[in-house]
């Protein structure tokens, strides 16, 4: 049976499973999961004729927001003692159509994964298996060229899950892990959210467009200034909104005026470039704040979280969704959402939205 193994944050496997199921759905296709709980890890089997490919082929990767990164499982693999990569090229050897498609192999660990020893065998291990692959002719030598890589997941020491992932429909980060440091100047950690939301959101080869040119900007619930500190950094103008106090170090940039106000009432005078919104609320309310800016015009880009429930959290997103969706296209304008479980969100999802006409 076709398999999809799907990466999500630990603790979410079955709202993971449920957006597989419902994608597939939409693609004309059918299947079930069983997820790995609290592992980040989920398996999806396909019902029917088809391949694992087709549902790739159908369903971007840009419109799952708990499943992070995907794999096309070749086969699990029980990994001796000895010769590990004999084994992996043993059983590759059984799937020799797919050779030609590879020119590398990425090794993984879970994300929650705490076992040092295997993490250091993990990165000592990708160099003689990958002589040992490209030896047997099992990968090519144009990365350039390949439709796919070759990856083998490693939950323990003792096994393998052989996989591999295509090229044009894969995160843009192994396993949808956008790893950061937070600079010792920056107010909160939350500053993190909003520089992964732009790496993951953003095309890269446009970000100069989406962040550059002295844009202005209103951080809505903006105290102490995390995601205020990530737009003054981009030379953005900001009005941090919030009745709160302001780091003082940020205050006196001479970017940033301090509104002190409601986030979900304060509204500016005329259109800005860029609303971002952090407020821990209700996921509803916020979604009819965004559909408010968006499709009165105030702002052309947004970044806001959406705190779920611990309960029904994917009935939930679904619903702020269709809110989002409604209301953007009864306001009559062109729009781009997107929305993801980031590395670095917790109960929250995070989206994006930028208005095209």
Request: charged share 25%; glycine share 8%; with cysteine.
């Given at each position: 049976?076709e398999?999809i193994l ?5 603790g979410?496997?079955?709202?993971a499973?449920?957006e597989?199921v419902d994608?597939?759905?939409?693609a ?10 609290d592992?980040?890890l989920v398996?999806?089997?396909?019902t ?9 082929e159908?369903?971007?990767i840009d419109?799952?927001v ?9 086969e699990t ?6 010769d590990?990569?004999?084994?992996v090229?043993?059983a590759?050897?059984?799937h020799?159509s ?12 879970l994300?929650?994964?705490?076992d ?8 000592k291990?990708?160099?003689p298996?990958?002589?040992g692959l490209?030896g047997a ?6 990365d ?5 890589r070759l990856?083998?997941?490693?939950p323990?020491?003792d096994?393998a899950?052989?996989c591999f992932s295509?090229?044009?429909n894969?995160?843009?980060y192994?396993?949808g892990i956008?790893r ?5 100047s920056?107010?909160?950690?939350s500053a993190?959210?909003?520089?992964e ?5 953003l095309?890269?080869e446009?970000?100069?467009d989406y962040?550059g040119?002295?844009?202005?900007a209103a951080?809505?619930?903006?105290a102490?200034?995390g995601?205020?500190?990530q737009l003054v950094?981009q030379?953005?103008?900001?009005y941090?909104v919030?009745?709160g106090p302001?780091?003082?170090?940020l ?7 301090h509104v002190r106000?409601?986030?979900?009432s304060?509204?500016?005078h005329?259109g800005?470039d860029?609303?971002?919104?952090d407020?821990v609320d ?8 965004v559909?408010?800016?968006?499709g009165?015009?105030?702002?052309r880009?947004?970044?806001?979280n959406?705190k779920?429930p611990?309960?029904k959290?994917?009935e939930?997103?679904l619903?702020c969704?269709d809110?989002?969706d409604?209301?953007l296209?009864?306001?009559?304008i062109?729009?781009r ?5 980031l ?6 999802i ?7 006409g």
């Open positions: 049976m398999q799907a990466f999500c944050r630990p979410f496997e079955a709202e499973g449920q597989l994608s597939a759905m939409s004309g296709l059918y299947g079930y999961f069983q997820p790995e709980r592992r980040g398996r999806f089997y396909l029917g004729p088809e391949q694992a490919e087709t549902m790739l159908r369903v971007s419109t799952l708990f499943v992070r990164d995907w794999l096309i499982v070749l693999l029980g990994l001796p003692g000895e590990r990569v004999g084994a090229i043993d590759l050897k059984t020799a797919f050779k030609p498609r590879c020119a590398r192999v990425e090794v993984r660990l994300e929650n994964n705490t040092r020893d295997l993490g250091n065998f993990a990165r291990w990708v160099a298996l990958s002589r490209r002719g099992l990968i090519g030598e144009s350039s060229e390949a439709s796919a990856e083998i997941v490693l323990d020491f096994n899950i052989i295509l090229t044009a894969r995160a843009r192994a396993g956008v950061l440091r937070l600079p010792a920056a107010p909160s950690r993190l959210k909003l520089e939301a732009w790496k993951v959101f095309p890269p446009r970000e100069l962040l040119g002295g844009k202005k951080d809505l619930g903006a102490p200034g995601w205020t500190w950094r030379g953005m103008s900001v941090a919030d009745n302001m780091n003082a170090d205050m006196a940039t001479g970017q940033v005026e106000a409601d986030g979900y304060w509204r500016p005329r800005i860029w609303m971002v919104c407020i209700q996921p509803r309310k916020t979604a009819h704040l559909v408010d800016w968006v009165s015009g105030l702002c880009y947004t970044v806001f959406l779920l611990m309960k959290r994917y939930e997103w619903i969704r809110i989002l409604e209301g296209r009864a306001a009559g062109g729009y959402l997107q929305a993801r479980h590395y670095h969100d917790r109960e929250e995070t989206c994006f939205i930028e208005r095209t």
